[in-house]
């Protein structure tokens, strides 16, 4: 079979580099096939012995190595093994005179591709290579499509559980930030999750994840007291300070320093935060000597702080240095949609910790009181409320007796997943109907236009067609 020059270009606009090494201690093979394979198209090189080929992997590894099986030295299939362990992904397609079949087929159970008998034809091993590059193609396509998949349907990401829309684009948005110097705000009301959205960024962050994650709660702690712990002090800068302290600044050297409830600074330490952010400078409390450090600063409020500029309570030019990429975390009330996977991790999570209970399923009312409820204190304030559940209820489901009485006291009408004979919501089932809630709510945002709504979701318009299928949203087509 000859591969036609349409066909050829199709596989050479997917794979740019194309290239394939030959070896063989014969000089005729070896100018045999390389003429063959430059005539198609393909970059080649050519080596005489196995150590040759090992020799020049690391300046130019090919995508697929051709071998004969009997050479001096080292043979084709020590090449093989070698090549194996060093990338797996290179093909190797051995070549062997007739007697030596059966070693070849050897060879083909320690990885190799395939194996073609001398004399070498040529319509053979155009085939062969042809076979390897579409295979290839095929791997990288499933690789991207999973990858895709994985982004546009991540219901878990770092620690952060949640599908909705809104979570993705903060998961692309973590993506795409994490792994920079970039100063990053995170804004949300209290327990809608900021301190896991700075824990992912660290995770996230390919330079900085395996150094310090250094957490401080600014509103907790007093303005002289936050100073020392943010810069460290030396001994006898004030009354209880009996020997030199290193500050949470110094600690987080190399990492992230994660500042909770940022607008509870005083006016004094803005002006040091400041000099942080610009110059990488402090002096901790009561020492002249400075300090140089190289940390990432994430910080979080649940404040406007624009309002808080405009009342004279936060410095504008420390806002626009904390600001430099935004993430607003959405309440629960905003996301509800992510309700019943929130649940199905909290009873996991509770009941691992309460040893002695099993629970794995909720009622109808409970699902619907917890649907109905906006949720004022966010996803703790769930998590709270169903590891109480958990704690309260005698068998293996959540009944609406195990809720507080003003959830117990909630008569909406909103539709909850299909019930199963003994009235449990299954949490498979309620997590696809999270799915669908999201669709419809994404559909309904857009007027209908599934382009748009397949843009915002992150996935492509066959994709959004075959889940609205799925879910019965087709019925008038």
Known sequence: MVIGDCKLYRINSLFMKQSILIVDDEPLTRKSLFEI?????????????????????????????????????????????????????????LMTAFGSIENAVEAMKEGAYDYITKPIVDNEIELVIERIFEQKRLIEENKTLKKRLADTSRAKFHGIIGQAPQMQKIYNLIDAVASTNATVLIQ?????????????????????????????????????????????????????????????????????????????????????????????????????????????????????????IAEGKFREDLYYRLNVIPVYVPALRERKGDIPLLVEHFLEKCSKRNENKKVCDISEDVMRALLEYDWPGNIRE?????????????????????????????????????????????LKEALKFSEKNIIERVLDECGGNRTRAAELLGINRTTLYNKMKEYGMLQDE
């Open 382 to 426: 769930l998590e709270n409320i169903i590891e109480r559940a958990v704690i309260l209820c005698k068998g293996s489901t959540i009944g609406i007796v195990d809720l507080p009485d003003f959830l117990q006291d909630i008569k909406g009408d909103r539709p909850v997943p299909s019930l199963s004979a003994n009235g449990k919501v299954p």
């Open 37 to 93: 394979l430059r005539h198609r198209g393909y970059k080649v090189n050519c080596v005489g012995s196995a150590q040759e080929a090992l020799d020049s992997l690391a300046k130019d590894p090919p995508d697929i190595v051709i071998t004969d099986l009997k050479m001096p030295g080292l043979d084709g299939m020590e090449l093989l093994k070698q090549l194996k362990a060093i990338d797996n992904d290179i093909a190797v397609v």
């Open 188 to 308: 949300g009301d209290s327990g809608t999750g900021k301190r896991m959205v700075a824990c992912a960024i660290h995770r996230a962050d390919k330079f900085r994840h395996d150094k310090p994650f250094i957490e401080v709660s600014c509103g907790a702690l007093p303005e002289n007291l936050l100073e020392s712990e943010l810069f460290g002090h030396v001994k006898g800068s004030f009354t209880s300070a009996i020997r030199d302290r290193q500050g949470r600044f110094e600690l987080a050297a190399g990492g992230i320093i994660f500042l909770d409830e940022i607008d509870t600074f005083s006016p004094n330490l803005q002006v040091k935060l400041l000099r942080v952010l610009q110059e990488g400078e402090f002096e901790r409390v009561g020492d002249t000597k400075t300090f140089k450090v190289d940390v990432k600063v994430v910080a979080a409020t649940n404040q406007n702080l624009k309002k808080l």
